[in-house]
């Protein structure tokens, strides 16, 4: 039994006492775990912010450049504007020039115009019926308007039988009692004509006067 004791007590000696796992392989994993987990919310963070900064960016550059093509835009609008005035002035300017030169033309055609109409009424009032003359006055009477007209002169249509001061021209005075006839066109003594808007010679008209 002595034996066996020392037996024991040779094993026991031996043995050794339990101690816990080194740290590197427990509680040292977990805190490790920890680490890493900690670590990545800060690059977690920071892609978020990059990701924001990123975004805000391309809005400030989608905003500028939004602004510039409105700018663009009111640009040529006004240019538009610009050009189309300047075109009309020019325009306005090579027709009053245009006018200028040829007024005194013009002028000449309508006179003609008006001697043969007077010609004319001349002859049918004396009674003197010459059907060939008749003809070629009207003839030239024509052609004479057509001229005028391919150059932008016209006669002057009044569109009302009130007196218009813009287009006509008083010659003659008719009294009478009815005010409803007052500034009355009664007859036209001579054709007026205009270039484009331009009277060159207002129509001449006899008109009623309201005399109470």
């Not at 800060?42 to 975004?55: C, D, F, Y």
């Not at 040529?76 to 040829?102: G, H, I, N």
């Not at 003809?135 to 009477?141: A, G, I, N, Y």
């Amino acid at each position: 039994m002595g034996s066996r004791n020392e037996n024991n007590r040779y094993e026991a000696k031996d043995q050794k006492p339990f101690s816990p796992p080194d740290s590197r392989f427990g509680f040292g994993r977990d805190r490790g775990l920890r680490n890493v987990s900690q670590d990545a919310k800060p690059k977690e963070s920071r892609t978020q912010q990059q990701m924001m900064s990123m975004l805000n960016s391309l809005q400030q550059n989608f905003s500028s450049l939004l602004s510039v093509v409105n700018n663009r835009l009111s640009y040529d609008q006004t240019k538009e504007v610009a050009f189309d005035r300047l075109y009309k002035e020019m325009e306005e300017m090579k027709q009053d020039q245009e006018l200028s030169q040829l007024r005194p033309l013009y002028i000449d055609l309508i006179l003609l115009i008006d001697r043969m109409n007077t010609i004319y009424n001349d002859k049918l009032d004396s009674g003197e019926q010459n059907p060939e003359l008749v003809s070629t006055l009207q003839t030239l009477s024509h052609e004479v308007l057509e001229i005028l007209y391919r150059r932008g002169v016209d006669l002057i249509v009044a569109t009302s039988n009130k007196f218009n001061p813009s287009i006509q021209q008083i010659v003659e005075v008719v009294p009478t009692n009815n005010p409803a006839e007052d500034n009355l066109v009664i007859h036209m003594v001579r054709h007026g004509f205009k270039y484009n808007d331009v009277v060159l010679r207002p129509e001449e008209v006899v008109v009623k006067k309201y005399q109470a």
